[in-house]
């Protein structure tokens, strides 16, 4: 079974920068993707990042392109805003149109105006 435990976040100014990290275990095929969702108060989860390990290819939400930037084993948030505050899952599955087979446990991110 896939495991995944992220870390990195925390409490960062508008303007700033986080790295959330996303470590993986129990990934037994080469193909696969990595997402990163999130999931403020009062509003409805958002994928915001996808990355194919074959392709390479990445997938964004628009409103954090050109901010943000996956890996398959990190997301690098750079210029954040306080609406990028919420709770962040790592995602496992077997390519971007199917990455919610297996879940983190999240981790929070704050961003202060």
């Known amino acids: 079974e896939v495991q995944l435990v992220e870390s990195g976040g925390g409490l960062a100014q508008a303007g700033g920068s986080l790295t959330l990290s996303c470590a993986a275990s129990?990934?037994?095929?080469?193909?696969?993707?990595i997402g990163w969702s999130r999931q403020a108060p009062g509003k409805e989860r958002e994928r915001v990042a996808c990355?194919?390990s074959v392709s390479g290819r990445t997938h964004y939400l628009d409103s954090v392109k050109g901010r943000f930037t996956i890996s398959l084993t990190s997301l690098q948030m750079n210029s954040l805003k306080p609406e990028d505050t919420g709770v962040y899952f790592c995602?496992?599955?077997?390519?971007?149109?199917?990455?919610?087979?297996?879940w983190g446990q999240g981790t929070q991110v704050t961003v202060s105006s």
């Open positions: 129990g990934i037994r095929h080469d193909a696969y993707a």
């Open positions: 990355v194919d």
């Open positions: 995602t496992y599955g077997g390519d971007c149109a199917y990455v919610d087979d297996y």
